[in-house]
């Protein structure tokens, strides 16, 4: 790259390092496994609770016992390093067991959503060409009609009654009821650690590139696409909060929220708390409207989740009057928090009590969940924070690939231990995103995302490439700047923006927003044409909304992301113009 295309590199100057302690800044990534990372780590903590399961308190000591003696089953049963073992299961104490045991083996768990239609499940467990497979009870059902096709040698059922306290063992026993025909191919999670006793498991060397989970994500092609992350990929991430400067204690507790099953929740979620030596608190099936009686039972001093389902929380009645000093860090990420949501959170926390705002960070199931986070009061109002210790960033032009400087546009590209070893079978599709670049040689994670990074190192993330609408004249209208104008108001519960069709010409989309009210508005025609008008007023000619459009609910993804492309899909076609005319716009 010739010295007159970019004069500044963000990503050699790295910025964001000043940030950081001169000692944090030269530590090395951990060099072993996730297992082993995550058990040393925890070695003087060997009678403090690592497992806070629904009141049942599982201590570091049982922790490793547990996943020690489920290596042995693992192992007894044939599991040997570079198999995979496929899981149709949730975040119970057994599968963290389960999961950690085999990265003790050198063996990869391929998480699958219980969530994902019969299809999907058969395709993902065919792929994996796994001989084994976990499955929780309650989703037994779900895979009858495929057993035939998926050919596993042994189904493991893990009961997510099996560690909760007696009484509400008992309860949940009486609930749920399964009919599950068990035999020698398909045994109870406790029968298959019976089988393991008089086995000892070898530990597998420690490989950086070895793979220690596939969770999946969004495919190009309508097949969700298996994400290989490995454990020095699992680590960085542990490794990055551990030595953010992050205010944390030891004894303090983590409210996990996130299935275990996607990125996010395996790396964040299970595998940096647990290395933290905070105490998990997996709640197994996540019930968007039970969100604020979780914070009022378990009190938890950190927790992950996303913009959506912060909002919800900030409504929910248990929240209102109630003081929450005791929380130290809420984490924000898997969507873009736009500025009308962050300054009504950031209201309600300070409000409410907490030291700090809530942490927004940003983060990709390819680049092991994290990216970079606010920390503390090291914190801009818009951006996602600064990109973590091992994580080099850059900002990238499109078309010519050159490196952009300060403040300016691009593909947020990343590199470093993060990574991910790539799609699972999907070498152009890897090939696409991850990228060798002839001028440092390193190989980048083309994110899809637009952003900039300023001169103290914050990045800002403007938008998804994909979600850019490009009206009829080319114009690239960037939705977040409209729903951060729209999300001010304290009636719009949550709101997002979609492109839909432009009705005068074969060619280009405008941007329509969708809006969830507080169930205090009554007249919901007549606070849209209010937004419409402000819209109008505030935006720039070309980046205005050609409508403003009440709907009950906003979708969501399984993971608690807006679900913009189901909006896209229903909304394709909409007539704003007849829609307008009803609201009395001209």
């Known amino acids: ?249 030891q004894g303090d507790s983590f409210l996990d929220i996130i299935p275990v099953f996607t990125s996010y929740g395996m790396c964040c979620g299970m595998h940096m708390p647990l290395s933290l030596g905070l105490v998990l608190i997996p709640i197994p099936k996540f019930d968007l409207s039970q969100y604020g009686k979780l914070y009022k039972t378990y009190k938890p001093n950190h927790s992950v989740s996303t913009p959506a389902f912060y909002e919800t929380l900030m409504h929910s009645k248990e929240l209102q009057n109630m003081d929450l000093s005791f929380i130290k860090c809420l984490g924000s990420g898997g969507d873009t928090m736009n500025k009308g949501l962050e300054k009504k959170l950031g209201e309600f926390t300070k409000s409410h009590g907490m030291k700090y705002p809530i942490s927004q960070g940003y983060g990709l199931s390819e680049a092991s969940a994290a990216v970079s986070f606010c920390v503390n009061d090291i914190y801009k109002s818009g951006s996602v924070g600064i990109p973590s210790i091992t994580i080099t960033a850059g900002i990238f032009d499109e078309d010519s690939g050159n490196e952009l400087s300060y403040n300016e546009i691009g593909e947020v590209c990343i590199t470093g231990p993060s990574l991910m070893k790539g799609y699972y079978k999907r070498p152009e599709e890897t090939a696409n995103v991850m990228r060798k670049h002839e001028d440092d040689g390193k190989v980048w994670l083309h994110t899809g995302d637009l952003g900039y990074i300023d001169e103290d190192g914050f990045l800002f993330i403007i938008g998804r490439i994909k979600r850019m609408i490009t009206r009829f004249d080319g114009h690239k209208v960037f939705p977040v700047n409209i729903e951060s104008l729209v999300a001010r108001h304290k009636e719009v519960n949550n709101c997002s923006v979609v492109g839909v069709a432009d009705m005068d010409r074969t060619q280009g989309h405008y941007p329509v927003v969708f809006v969830e009210f507080d169930d205090c508005v009554d007249d919901k025609d007549t606070f849209c044409k209010n937004i419409y008008n402000e819209c109008h007023t505030l935006l720039e000619e070309r980046g205005r909304p050609v409508a403003v459009v009440a709907i009950d609910k906003i979708p969501l993804t399984g993971s608690g992301k807006n679900d913009f492309r189901t909006l896209e899909k229903e909304y394709e076609k909409f007539d704003y113009k007849a829609w307008n005319e009803k609201l009395g716009i001209k």
């Open 1 to 249: 790259m010739s010295e007159s295309v970019v004069k500044t590199r963000i990503s050699v100057e790295k910025p964001w390092m000043k940030h950081y302690s001169e000692e944090v800044r030269n530590l090395p990534n951990p060099q072993t496994t996730a297992y082993r990372y995550m058990t040393e780590s925890n070695a003087n903590r060997q009678n403090e609770v690592a497992i806070n399961y629904y009141g049942k308190k599982i201590t570091h000591a049982e922790l490793k016992k547990n996943i020690d003696a489920t290596a042995d089953a693992f192992a007894a049963a044939g599991v040997k390093e570079g198999d995979i073992v496929s899981f149709l299961s949730v975040a119970t104490p057994e599968t963290i067991y389960c999961i950690y045991a085999l990265n003790k083996l050198g063996a990869t768990a391929n998480t699958i959503d219980p969530r994902m239609d019969v299809e999907s499940i058969r395709r993902a467990v065919v792929d994996s060409e796994s001989k084994i497979f976990v499955v929780i009870s309650v989703s037994y059902e779900k895979i009858v009609p495929i057993l035939d096709d998926i050919k596993q040698d042994l189904i493991i059922t893990v009961s997510p009654a099996t560690s909760l306290p007696f009484i509400k063992k008992v309860a949940m026993n009486l609930k749920v009821k399964t009919n599950i025909p068990y035999s020698d191919k398909v045994i109870k999670y406790e029968d298959f650690l019976a089988k393991g006793q008089g086995t000892t498991a070898v530990e597998a060397p420690y490989k950086g590139d070895a793979v220690f989970s596939i969770p999946y994500t969004g495919g190009t092609t309508g097949f969700a696409k298996g994400v290989m992350i490995t454990n020095d990929g699992a680590n960085a991430t542990a490794h990055n909060f551990r030595y953010s400067g992050l205010y944390h204690e």
